[in-house]
């Protein structure tokens, strides 16, 4: 046979689903629950108990006499390693990835195996919307993917730079060879591990596809990780992370500090700043070096331009040499509507 005549034949779909637990014995049976009530089950469900509590670990137990489901324990070191344990403890050749604290829907697992492109070897991930909801379960939106991002499937890394890019790994089915291929998630991130993941898979050269369908419900709640500092913590290793990895391209017109990680990071590094000054809290000094070493890069960056950097400066200074009560005065009044619209518009 021609070689030329040879049909890539996509592999039968094999599907593992890995959940990280820690401490959330509040939440996993909703979360379990759901993975074995879909219209297509999955063939592997591991739980990856990332170093909870003896009482904690003994919930899991109990849960686990009556969903079949395997436990995996090892010691704490965030979600991006508990689901690289789950990974590589299990054989299919696609993954599916559920925070702890959210569930799927019915058809989540047959939306997304169906999403699989039958001729396409370069196949890296499909991901699809999210009902969001708090804590209880009570949704509030049923297009949070669509209605946050305007660039689905993702094609530009530049968007992908310059937003969140709003893939989540409860929402989406990732190939085996395209999560090798890059190593998995980097356990360094306990927040931001995510975009980083799909970051890499699409810099690989996998392709990506979107479902404009929700197969999720994702809680937040102010116990996610979301709100933590060690989210915080993680917002800047990635940042520094893409800094180091995306340095201006003039001759390519690409200026990565200036349009992406200012507008995107910016703005979140000094209101952590503020808000920790405001309640002088035990992060304050810590969250300070993180807008001052920002700040310091954008200042010293020749093409942020004059208005940015004045607003840099003013902030630095604030941020670096404000006392509480001044931090606060300014904090309310930078927050004024007319304060934030000529922000936003400048």
Not at 192 to 207: T, V
Not at 247 to 255: I, N
Not at 296 to 321: E, S, T
Request: net charge positive.
């Amino acid at each position: 046979m021609n070689p030329l005549q040879l049909k890539f034949t996509p592999p039968q779909a094999s599907v593992v689903v890995v959940i990280p637990f820690y401490n959330g014995s509040r939440f996993i049976e909703r979360s379990i629950s759901s993975v074995f009530a879909q219209t297509v089950p999955a063939d592997e469900v591991i739980v990856v108990n990332d170093g909870s509590r003896a009482e904690e670990r003994e919930a899991l137990g109990e849960l686990a006499k009556r969903y079949p489901f395997r436990i995996i324990d090892k010691k704490n070191g965030g979600q991006g390693s508990a689901r690289n344990a789950g990974v590589a403890a299990s054989v299919s050749n696609f993954i599916c990835f559920l925070d702890q604290d959210d569930f799927y829907l019915e058809n989540h697992i047959e939306l997304l195996v169906a999403g699989i492109p039958p001729e396409d070897p370069r196949f890296g991930f499909v991901y699809a919307d999210l009902y969001e909801a708090d804590g209880g379960g009570n949704i509030v939106r049923t297009s949070m993917v669509k209605e946050s991002s305007d660039q689905n499937p993702k094609r530009d890394v530049v968007n992908l730079l310059r937003h969140d890019m709003h893939v989540l790994p409860s929402a989406a089915l990732i190939s085996r060879k395209a999560f090798e291929a890059i190593g998995g998630f980097d356990p360094q991130f306990m927040g931001y591990e995510d975009d980083d993941l799909f970051l890499r898979i699409f810099r690989k050269g996998f392709s990506n596809y979107f479902l404009d369908r929700a197969v999720t419900v994702w809680c937040i709640h102010v116990e996610s990780t979301s709100f933590s500092i060690r989210m915080i913590r993680s917002r800047y290793r990635y940042f520094k992370k893409m800094f180091d990895m995306f340095p201006d391209e003039p001759q390519r017109e690409r200026y990565y500090l200036r349009d992406c990680f200012v507008p995107r990071f910016g703005r979140l590094f000094a209101d952590q700043a503020i808000a920790s000054i405001k309640l002088d809290n035990e992060y304050r000094n810590e969250l300070i070096e993180y807008y001052r070493e920002f700040a310091d890069l954008a200042l010293a960056n020749r093409y942020v331009g004059r208005v940015p950097k004045l607003r840099l400066w003013f902030m630095r200074c604030l941020i670096l040499n404000g006392s509480r009560g001044i931090v606060r005065v300014a904090d309310a009044v930078i927050r004024l509507p007319l304060v934030r619209k000529i922000r936003a518009g400048s």
